[in-house]
């Protein structure tokens, strides 16, 4: 199967830091990228869907200004979380597909927040 | 509008205890329901895509298949390391994205 990287798995930062989380698809070509974020117990809620070279889309209630998408290649994604507050900690995961293909997903980011 | 749910929730079963897990979904135009496993703190690792009714995908222990409203997923003999959180998802109509089941805690015990 296809294999999908993000880099860090874990990061803590203190509130109202920046962090950027990076997601690459290692070994084909992404048309499409998603964002996602999973709160303990609880399934997956998209976050965002970004397509290489273009603005991300975001879902209803997740702030644009807050998390900063960039696909600057077929390879890689990146999501910043701006001004982070406790409230952001959470499990973001990325997942990676060509058009109208198998999403496949990273390992995930483990955000905490101090 | 789009909708998945799984059951059970949750699914003790002992070591060889063969069982299955339901899917049904409502999708405007059915483009591929994707099976994954889910193991606490990683993400969804990819498992089975099935297309159209009547479809069934194997891969050791586990089997998917597909009819015109809900998708099984069969483990047979399962053991420990079977353990995992299985998530269904079907494409939201007219999109890319996934509408995701809330998945089924499967835990076989030894």
């Known amino acids: 199967g296809a294999v999908v990287s993000q880099h860090p798995s874990r990061v803590i930062c203190k509130s109202g830091t920046s962090v950027k989380i990076e997601c690459r698809s290692l070994d084909f070509q992404a048309t499409t990228m998603f964002w996602y974020r999973q709160f303990p117990k609880q399934s997956l809620m998209l976050m965002a869907t970004s397509n290489e070279g273009s603005k991300a889309t975001y879902e209803q209630g997740v702030e644009k200004d807050k998390f900063l998408i960039n696909h600057a290649s077929l390879t890689l994604s990146t999501l910043t979380v701006t001004s982070a507050h406790p409230e952001d900690s959470s499990f973001y995961i990325c997942?990676?597909?060509?058009?109208?293909?198998?999403?496949?997903f990273g390992p995930g980011t483990r955000l905490l927040v101090l | 509008e789009d909708q998945v749910t799984q059951s059970p929730e949750a699914l003790r079963l002992q070591e060889g205890e063969s069982s299955s897990l339901n899917c049904s979904y409502t999708v405007s135009g059915l483009r591929g329901l994707f099976w994954y496993r889910q193991d606490p703190g990683k993400g969804p690792e990819f498992l089975f895509t099935?297309?159209?009714a009547g479809e069934e995908k194997e891969k050791e222990r586990l089997k998917a298949t597909l009819t015109k409203k809900e998708s099984f997923l069969h483990i047979t003999a399962p053991k420990p390391e079977d353990s995992a959180t299985y998530l269904c998802?079907?494409?939201?109509?007219?999109?890319?994205?996934?509408?995701f089941g809330k998945g089924t805690k499967l835990t076989v015990n030894p």
């Open positions: 997942s990676a597909a060509r058009t109208q293909e198998t999403q496949y």
């Open positions: 998802a079907v494409p939201q109509g007219g999109s890319e994205k996934l509408v």
């Open positions: 099935l297309y159209s």
